[in-house]
């Protein structure tokens, strides 16, 4: 069975003056449950984070911070939202979600949270449309509660993910691997354990061949019982932030590669979403489709 995390909780309404496309998620769902990739047994709605468990990552003077509103205004424009309560509810869903995937994920092989992949979110900050650090929760999380004891980040998201980097820095049993636009944000990177930057332009063929030659080779050396992947589909050569030139076929046959190396390893793999904002948002939300109908036919043999 194929969980899917997602709660009403995760459309927010941003005012319009926002670059960032939230309507997004409801589409994404809408989709998959209008054309049979998922019925509403597919769907799970995640619980919330405690205190103790953002504790296991952020710093207590953030939290602090995030709960009593007192960000300043530069901290808080760093992060890119008018920070409201409603919206640090809602990256505790969030995040909580991502652990649960992860938990679905051991029992079924793979699961998908319709958000998540806040991978700018630092310990003591957060930037760039994230509050809250899903993944480095999560993992955290299951580390401290053995139900991981290596786990491997695949950051395919065409920003770099610092704050995953920051945060794990000092973690050896999580292995964190992004592959990036070198001329994109965050203009700062801060070094991952594997780094791939790529050139603008990068297109399909030359985006797979990196991917092919790094990917298996790290899951033979590091041997991961836990896989996060952002699927994020700012790839896109229709996307607007991203200065890559993926095909929606190209974005389908990235996901294709790393959910068939998850599959022939029998390595559990949770899915976030991440970035993606194409002009059209037809474009991202099939891309994103694609990521949960491939998922489908790899591990529970659905022909769609
Ligand atoms: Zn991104």
Redesign the pocket.
């Known amino acids: 069975m194929l969980k899917v995390a997602y709660s009403p909780i995760y459309v927010y309404q941003v005012p319009e003056r926002h670059r960032f496309p939230m309507q997004k998620y409801p589409l994404i769902v809408q989709r998959l449950l209008a054309e049979g990739t998922l019925s509403s047994e597919n769907l799970f709605a995640p619980d919330k984070l405690t205190e103790a468990e953002i504790l296991t990552t952020h710093t207590p003077e953030y939290w602090h911070k995030l709960k009593t509103q007192t960000l300043s205004r530069k901290e808080a424009r760093a992060i890119g939202f008018e920070m409201t309560p409603q919206l640090v509810e809602r990256g505790r869903y969030i995040a909580h979600a991502t652990y649960e995937c992860a938990l679905y994920a051991k029992q079924y092989g793979i699961s998908f949270n319709v958000a998540g992949g806040t991978h700018h979110a630092f310990a003591d900050h957060g930037e760039g449309f994230c509050v809250f650090n899903d993944v480095c929760i999560a993992s955290n999380l299951l580390l401290a509660r053995g139900e991981a004891s290596k786990i491997l980040i695949v950051d395919l ?3 770099q993910g610092n704050g995953n980097a920051s945060i794990m820095a000092n973690e050896p049993r999580v292995f964190v691997f992004s592959m990036h636009g070198e001329k994109n944000y965050p203009f700062r990177k801060v070094d991952s354990d594997l780094d791939i930057n790529l050139p603008n332009d990068t297109d399909d063929v030359a985006y797979l061949a990196q991917l092919q030659d790094s990917l298996p080779q790290l899951i033979a050396q590091h041997q991961p019982d836990m896989i996060f992947y952002q699927s ?1 589909v ?1 790839v896109l050569a229709t996307d607007k932030l991203g200065k890559l030139a993926l095909t929606r076929e190209g974005c389908r046959a990235r996901d294709e590669f790393v959910l068939q190396q998850a599959k022939r390893n029998q390595i559990p793999i949770a899915v976030v979403m ?2 993606g904002y194409s002009e059209d948002i037809e474009d991202v939300v099939e891309a994103h489709c694609n990521s949960y109908r491939l998922a489908q036919q790899l591990f529970f043999s659905r022909d769609l």
């Open positions: 998201d065409v920003h994020a700012d991440g970035g």
